[in-house]
């Protein structure tokens, strides 16, 4: 496996020549900024109300200054057509994403193309506010501003640059925009690293021995689990999973719920706005039972009218199966990376809502130790990404680490029959490059149509189309003689390039692959778990079609040669082989691999004799005029 090591260059850190450079989690709930102070330990930066979180929520007003924060936060009662929330959910996404996934039933109904081109494949979704169609780059490219503008006026400077967190399950598309939104907030990006992954640095881990690492981050509206490998100081991915649509926003609906069944209403009863209220009021609640035995809870409007009390108790039989549902991903992801929890060595605890005592516990229960809580749950991968930024732009020379990620989905080539070769497999640590030789099919062909495909099934069909291009000026040569070197690299940052050579004549062409808007989780799930599903279905069908290139290949083959040299056979031969071809060529149409096999046997068989005299005749051909002990032993008459 090709490691990149990253390190910095051995220059001592003075503090003159200390690089502004801080690390940004760009959360779907909230977002933050750390630094790494000279001689000092990491912080997060506060704002001037002494805030460290921002509410990663954008308010587009009537004025043009756009709230970013708090302040958009506190709109979104009053105008919620013009404040964004949550757009991390759609970052990356087209319409098409969206619209054949159910867990993307929170963006607005309005939904729209952000693309100035419909008709692109890339098309963002966007939502209508009064600035007009606002894209998840857009909205996430305020926040970073706002961040940007907070670091740099507490280090009273220009940033060199930001190492950005994104969850280890974002593929190209959602990388890729994350650094549009850094680009268009004027943010230089030194790395994009996993979220997991800073949570562990942030705590050391990079320093401690060889172990097996989960990271478990239960935020505002998702759930992320992913198992990592640390070897010598070296990060890799083994695992991610987890769900998009589960976290504490859940935990503060069942609350509302509970009291909605308590005062005998519905949601209905309430009104919008009233529900809003108790939501708010319900996550409030949620909080101090992270704290407290018992909260007090009211809800008032439309005619009702009810006031109680909750236990943490009940808070815990309400989030039960919920918490549960996030230990399944957990034991989903062991069995992916091949460990059992024992064999976890550390459980690191990451995002707001690992606060609630009833989630340490059962995560604690499940891999059997008490999972790490010492460093702030909300603020431990900002931490971790600004130590990497710190090491990116050379203050620290004396940590060295090497973060490996991994591939969500397999990625691989069209090959012949509108099959797949896969070429890197899902879960494969990047940075890496992987390489295969192909071949032309046909005699003299001069160009090779290369299709880059994304997924875990067998047939094209089944797979997400990434990217085209070609490789022509491919000198004309029989089939099969040409040597295509197909090269995937991925970068540390995940992005693909394909790359293909002809090894004799060295004719290359090669392609970025920036696929057009990705893939969402869910649908990563949902493509494994056809994958799983389909895997016998596949593998036959992938039997049926390499047999049926077989058949037809071979049909190629003994019609040429029939054409060439008939002359050698006799009557009968012509006409066994002829039959051998016509019982081929209709199996060749059927479902049964067996009978192509056997078909295929068969025609090889009725042509052996013709292909010996033919080798035969060429030979002799081609030694006419030299003396006849050159001919070697397999050359004897038949
Ligand atoms: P994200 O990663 O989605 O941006 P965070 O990690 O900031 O989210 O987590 C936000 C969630 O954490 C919210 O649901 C919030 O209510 C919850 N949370 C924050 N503090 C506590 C607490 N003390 N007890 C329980 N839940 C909490
Ligand atoms: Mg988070």
Redesign the pocket.
Same mark, same amino acid.
Not at 350 to 353: D, H, K, N, P, T
């Given at each position: 496996m090709a490691l990149l090591k990253i390190s910095e260059p051995g220059k001592s850190p003075m503090p003159h020549q200390f690089k502004r450079a801080v690390g940004i989690d760009l959360?779907?709930?909230?977002s933050l900024v750390a630094t790494v102070p000279p001689g000092k330990s990491p912080h997060v930066i506060v704002d001037a109300q002494g805030d460290a979180?921002l509410p990663?929520v954008v308010h587009y007003a009537e004025d043009q200054i756009n709230l970013v924060g708090q302040p958009a936060l506190d709109m979104s009662i009053a105008d919620p057509h013009n404040t964004l929330a949550s757009f991390k959910r759609w970052m990356g996404r087209s319409i098409d994403d969206i619209q054949s996934d159910d867990s993307y039933d929170y963006v607005r109904p309005d939904a729209v193309d952000g693309s100035p081109d419909a008709s692109k494949a890339s098309a963002l979704v966007a939502v209508h506010t009064r600035a007009g169609a606002v894209t998840a780059v857009e909205a996430s490219a305020e926040v970073l501003k706002n961040l940007a503008a907070r670091a740099e006026s507490a280090l009273g400077g220009q940033l060199q640059g930001a190492v950005i967190t994104v969850p280890a399950y974002f593929d190209d598309a959602q990388r890729q925009a994350t650094k549009d939104a850094a680009m268009l907030a004027g943010v230089n990006v030194l790395r994009l690293i996993n979220e997991p992954t800073a949570a562990a640095v942030a705590y050391g881990l990079d320093k401690a021995d060889d172990r097996y690492i989960a990271v478990y981050?239960l935020? &505002? @509206?998702?759930f992320d689990v992913s198992i990592l490998q640390l070897s010598e100081g070296v990060f890799e991915v083994l695992a991610t999973g987890g769900n998009a649509a589960l976290?504490?926003?859940d935990?503060?609906r069942a609350i509302a719920d509970w009291v909605l069944a308590q005062a005998a209403v519905s949601a209905a009863d309430l009104g919008p706005s009233a529900y809003r209220q108790l939501l708010q009021e319900s996550?409030a609640a949620?909080?101090a039972l992270?704290e407290h035995r018992a909260v007090g809870l009211a809800v008032a409007g439309n005619g009702v009218d009810w006031a109680g009390e909750l236990s943490r108790q009940q808070f815990e039989e309400l989030i039960d199966g919920l918490v549960e549902q996030t230990l399944a991903g957990c034991k989903v992801s062991l069995a992916d990376a091949d460990l059992v929890p024992s064999d976890i060595g550390d459980v690191v605890m990451? &995002? @707001?809502?690992t606060?609630?005592p009833r989630v340490r516990e059962k995560v604690a229960l499940l891999f059997g130790q008490e999972p790490k809580i010492d460093v702030d749950?909300?603020q431990v991968v900002a931490l971790g990404a600004a130590i990497q930024a710190d090491m990116l732009v050379g203050n620290n020379q004396e940590r060295e680490l090497l973060l490996l990620d991994v591939l969500p989905l397999s990625l691989g080539i069209e090959t012949m029959g509108g099959l797949v070769e896969k070429i890197i497999h899902r879960n494969t640590s990047i940075p890496c490059t992987r390489g295969q030789e192909f071949t032309t099919y046909k005699d003299g062909q001069t160009a090779l149509a290369l299709h880059v495909l994304q997924g875990e099934r067998e047939r094209v069909a089944d797979c997400r189309s990434l990217a085209r291009f070609e490789l022509r000026g491919i000198p004309a040569m029989v089939a099969g003689a040409a040597h295509i070197q197909v090269t995937f690299d991925v970068d540390a940052n995940g992005m693909l390039e394909v790359s293909a050579c002809e090894t004799n004549t060295g004719v290359a062409a090669s392609i970025k692959v920036q696929p057009s808007y990705g893939l969402a989780e869910s649908q990563i799930t949902a493509m494994l778990q056809a994958s799983h599903q389909f895997a016998r279905d596949d593998l036959e069908v992938r039997a049926l079609i390499e047999q049926r290139i077989e058949a037809e290949s071979l049909l190629d083959a003994v019609q040429a040669a029939l054409q060439a040299d008939r002359h050698l056979l006799d009557a009968s031969e012509v006409q066994r082989i002829d039959s051998a071809i016509t019982e081929l060529a209709a199996a060749a149409k059927q479902d049964e691999v067996v009978s192509i096999k056997d078909a295929i046997a068969r025609l090889g068989h009725q042509t052996e004799a013709f292909a010996a005299r033919r080798m035969n005749q060429s030979i002799k051909q081609a030694l006419q005029g030299r003396h006849i002990d050159a001919i070697a032993d397999p050359v004897q008459d038949d």
């Open positions: 959360g779907t709930t909230n979180l990663s981050d935020g &505002g @509206g998702t976290g504490g926003d935990f503060d996550r949620k909080q992270s990451v &995002g @707001g809502s606060r609630v749950p909300d």
